[in-house]
């Protein structure tokens, strides 16, 4: 299996820290999955994935893994495939299309999670991707939620795993948070 630059096989620990907070086998949106490190890991906890990308032969690799649905879109040049309130998870890592922002989070139920990671300005120092376009702006994850979601965590900065680069994280969760058992974050 050979992988494009950015991925790798194991799955994000920020993703590992926060999907438990999805309502248990709830249906949860993989986007730009690539070869699927996230679906697979989610489909692991007993969650209905969705694994979209637009690439076909990345997709290709996540055939016959249980609970786990592909669909190969692309995001950027046809419409947004999915309704609103259909997830209750959406995980996103290392992809950024900010057209796609309002109705990605339309796209979540009531009490439904955002676990989203990926590149941030700085990055272009470090290596790949370097194109302000694919470089989050700072707190702009943050700016996305604002009013709309309660934010359970944030980082941002350089890290130095899997590799070095400048990211931005964000697990943020619908208003109706008292139910979703926050005791999963001590």
Excluded at 2 to 16: I, K, T, Y
Aim: hydrophobic share 40%; glycine share 8%; net charge neutral.
């Amino acid at each position: 299996m050979q992988l494009r630059q950015h991925e790798q096989l194991a799955p994000s620990a920020w993703v590992c820290r926060f999907a438990r907070l999805i309502a248990p086998g709830g249906a949860v949106l993989d986007l730009a999955c690539g070869q699927g490190r996230h679906a697979r890991y989610l489909a692991s906890l007993g969650y209905e994935v969705e694994a979209v990308d637009r690439d076909r032969a990345s997709l290709d690799a996540l055939t016959g893994i249980a609970r786990v649905r592909t669909r190969c879109a692309d995001l950027e040049g046809a419409p947004w495939p999915y309704e609103a309130g259909r997830f209750d998870g959406i995980v996103v890592s290392n992809y950024l299309h900010r057209p796609l922002v309002p109705d990605l989070l339309a796209a979540l139920r009531p009490q439904g999670v955002l676990i989203y990671e990926t590149f941030a300005l700085g990055n272009e120092k470090l290596g790949r991707p370097s194109n302000p376009e694919f470089l989050l702006r700072p707190h702009e994850l943050l700016q996305w939620v604002q009013g709309r979601m309660q934010v359970l965590a944030f980082e941002q900065g350089q890290v130095e795993l899997p590799k070095p680069a400048v990211i931005q994280r964000i697990c943020a969760v619908d208003r109706g948070i008292e139910s979703c058992g926050l005791d999963l974050l001590r």
